[in-house]
């Protein structure tokens, strides 16, 4: 069983920045996409971005881009969102996932693996 490890959760103000990790326990997802999505209390998950297999590709939802930037380390079986420019909306908790397929997607039902989530919260 793979198992996934966010962390890097926080409180910081409006215009700060914090880089989430998560790390896999296992190399199985080294030829896998990886993706974050965050839940916000009283709302639905929301995809934020994920980057394939090779790292080369990736994709944002609108709300992030320009302001969030995923990679991934290969030799660490690690995965990072750089997050940069926070708002209060971005207020959730952030869940990382490993995907069926070595493309970037958004789409949550081809994530098969799901980290237990990590809080951040930005105030104004």
């Known amino acids: 069983q793979v198992q996934l490890q966010e962390s890097g959760g926080g409180l910081v103000q409006a215009g700060d920045s914090l880089r989430l990790s998560c790390a896999a326990s296992?190399?199985?997802?080294?030829?896998?996409?990886m993706g974050w999505f965050r839940q916000a209390a009283g709302q639905d998950r929301e995809f934020v971005a994920a980057v394939g297999w090779k790292g080369g590709s990736t994709r944002y939802a609108d709300s992030v881009k320009g302001r969030f930037t995923i990679s991934r380390d290969t030799t660490r079986d690690t995965v990072y969102l750089q997050m940069n420019d926070l708002k209060p909306e971005d207020t959730a908790v952030y869940y990382c996932?490993?995907?069926?397929?070595?493309?970037?997607?958004?789409?949550?039902?081809?994530?098969?693996?799901w980290g237990r989530g990590t809080q951040v919260t930005v105030s104004s």
């Open positions: 296992r190399r199985t997802l080294s030829n896998n996409a």
């Open positions: 996932a490993g995907a069926r397929t070595p493309v970037a997607t958004d789409a949550s039902a081809l994530y098969q693996y």
